[in-house]
T-cell receptor, first 111, second 117 residues
Framework: EDQVTQSPEALRLQEGESSSLNCSYTVSGLRGLFWYRQDPGKGPEFLFTLYSAGEEKEKERLKATLTKKESFLHITAPKPEDSATYLCAVRSTNTGNQFYFGTGTSLTVIP | EAGVAQSPRYKIIEKRQSVAFWCNPISGHATLYWYQQILGQGPKLLIQFQNNGVVDDSQLPKDRFSAERLKGVDSTLKIQPAKLEDSAVYLC???????????????FGEGSRLTVL
């Protein structure tokens, strides 16, 4: 059965303190790994799609990387406005068209 | 470009009552999804439509949940009768046709928060 595990569950950073969020996955036939950002009371907002090991994507202070077992979302010099829950999702040959979401990492950036 | 519209934003009902949620996807998006997000969890797919046909409803509790997408645009999700464990945020999402935008880009509405007492 496909599994997606995100860690840590919660992370508090000082403004400017870089860190990484982890998404470990066990799937049969990965068809894509996706990162979303969710603000309180809002729906998730798309960030990145990664397809194969070694692939990297960047957007402002965020950089997503992918290996055969996990993905990292690196946050460089975060600002308070980066505070949100970051969700990882996978699509695999098992899930077909479905996106299977992890439980997320709640990030708080303190000024 | 207008986003995905959902209503109502909040609903409080007693158990065994019924409730309906409405979603209007982004214009031109043929694929529409309903997700259930329980507090502290990631979204879980309930049903996926392609135009007005069902693609996947394997995780929809069909004894109490129903959904339709008439004319391939708006969609309604109904729960009847509601149980306490149905308390959650119901998210509607849509996606553009293949080849338009990155694969995996779902556009979510703000959700409808349901509390069942």
């Amino acid at each position: 059965e496909d599994q997606v595990t995100q860690s840590p569950e919660a992370l508090r950073l000082q403004e400017g303190e870089s860190s990484s969020l982890n998404c470990s996955y066990t799937v049969s036939g990965l068809r894509g790994l996706f990162w979303y950002r969710q603000d309180p009371g809002k729906g998730p907002e798309f960030l990145f799609t990664l397809y194969s090991a070694g692939e990297e994507k960047e957007k402002e202070r965020l950089k997503a990387t992918l290996t055969k077992k996990e993905s990292f979302l690196h946050i460089t010099a975060p600002k308070p406005e980066d505070s949100a829950t970051y969700l990882c999702a996978v699509r695999s040959t098992n899930t077909g068209n479905q996106f299977y979401f992890g439980t997320g990492t709640s990030l708080t950036v303190i000024p | 470009e207008a986003g995905v519209a959902q209503s109502p934003r909040y609903k409080i009902i007693e158990k065994r009552q019924s409730v309906a949620f409405w979603c209007n996807p982004i214009s031109g998006h043929a694929t529409l999804y309903w997700y259930q997000q329980i507090l502290g969890q990631g979204p879980k797919l309930l049903i996926q439509f392609q135009n007005n046909g069902v693609v996947d409803d394997s995780q929809l509790p069909k004894d109490r949940f129903s959904a339709e997408r008439l004319k391939g645009v708006d969609s309604t999700l109904k729960i009847q009768p509601a149980k306490l464990e149905d308390s959650a945020v119901y998210l509607c999402a849509s996606s553009p046709p293949a080849g338009q935008g990155p694969s995996g880009e779902l556009f979510f509405g703000e959700g409808s928060r349901l509390t069942v007492l």
